[in-house]
């Protein structure tokens, strides 16, 4: 079994497991910090490529980033299994992994929030995506791991007119009341608040409002929304060192034609962009998302859904400064989410809107979780039962409840590997949709004693375009392929007597050539712009190089000998 399957690693973990496959893989791993997060923790990016077949940024490149909230370990676990597979020289497949890293390169964020992460494990369910104070404070409430047991769960006490009650034949498992339990039922009702304290309690008021912390996933500059509009954005749009590095990474980073964010939890597959109207996305962009959504499907099985309209917690109002969004209308790279983990789904349950599964739970659907969890997990995993507990402001009170990190949000140890395997097998094949330029032919030959022609062709091999995107071409990221010729001859007697010119280079299209959805009976339009003849007249005998950037497709590079 791989290490990824095995646990979920913290962050020294996560760092020895680095250090040990660039020792055992240093032809294909490498791995480097781009930048320290706001406590001093390094953010690292993996590299995975053959070294022995051009430079990283010679290739077509997939993208992947993870853990960008605190809680959502199970995307490092994702990243990690994705390294390993590929590695895996024993795998039934590792030489077709090995032949397509000699034509494409993978960039991996195993970590975006690494302080996070590290107060998760200390504390689980402690923050959003960082243990920063926030500069703006929404309530006076910090949540704490009061027991001491290495979680924060939640605290419970009796009350009227509180919104919970426990579930019939279920001692200790809270549910919302229904409307008609009017409080002159003889049931007990309860306040629930995660653990935690006041830092001013006057001695009545139990305000506990947003005390989630800064959201690195509403920093992006796309549709940036402030604090005062989006809960956790902070000031300003890459304020944060985790926020910047990670931005800035994937942006110097021009080959990148797609990319897939790793989060937990709900078994969802959302498309970007959010807060863009469908229909101007052009339609060759759209198609291409729609491809790649299938294709997650197809191997993880999650459900599909616009961060649109129909992902979205309050109806029209799309997130704002997501980073998947900004990948897609700064970058022109084709951005998308997984969301891991459906429990739901395993408990027998079916939801109508995706949100849902996060807003409501009803009696019913409480009782088939239950079963769920009593048959397959020991009970301390996903519950603490209630104690007591002298609260130093509210008096006696009760801790316990739900045990949500791996339960909820992450998948049990023993769901691990499945989970992880799927979304692997659902990324990699979204990375072989790659766009792939590559030389089809050379032809050399005298057209006299003393001048000879030399033709090249030029073929896109792969799925995307050269340029990723018309998003891509549209915001101009993404520069016109360059033709570079050099001599290799000393001998002054070799010329150049003619050259490719620079208008006549062009990006190449891909097999989906602006239309991916093909008829097998009526075929497709045909353009003829997946390839192009490049000609060059020399003077005399000797060798040159020429080499052409298509950035996302890759450069081609190739020494001819003319005479």
Known sequence: MYKSCEKY?????????????KENHSRFFDFESIGKSSLGEDIYLVTLTDKHYKHHSEKPAFWIDANIHASEVTGTQGVLFFIERLLDEKHKDSSKHKELMKKMTYYLVPRFSPDGARAFFKETNSFRSTPLEMAYEYSNFKRQDLDGDGEITLMRWKDKAGPFKELVGHPGVLVPREASDFSLDSEDYYQVVPEGTWTQFDGFKKTKNYDFGYDFNRQSPSFFAPEGLQRGAGALPLEFPETRAVAEAIRIRKNIFASNSYHTYGGFIIKTPANVAESSIPLEDRIRSEMISELLQKNTQYSIHSGGDDFVYVPGQPLPGTFDEWYYLHLGIMGMTIEYWDVWKHAGMSWKKAVEKYE?????????????????????????????????????????????????????IPYLAKEIENVFEGSFAVSRMAPLAEIDSVVSKKIDSNVSQVTVVVKNVGYFPTYGSQQALKVKIIDKPVCKTSLNSKSDDFKIISQPAAETISHLKGFSDGNPRVSPFFGTGFTHEYEQQLTWMFQGSGDFTFEINYHKGGVVRQTVIVG
């Open 9 to 21: 690693l913290d962050n020294d973990e996560l760092l020895t497991f680095l250090n040990l496959t």
């Open 360 to 412: 409501t739970l009803s009696s019913e659907n409480m009782v088939k979780l239950l079963k769920w969890a009593k048959e397959n997990l020991k009970r301390e995993q996903y519950f603490k039962d209630w104690t007591s507990y002298d609260h130093p402001q509210l008096g006696k009170i009760e801790i316990g409840g739900f045990k949500t990190a791996f339960f909820l949000t992450n998948p049990p």
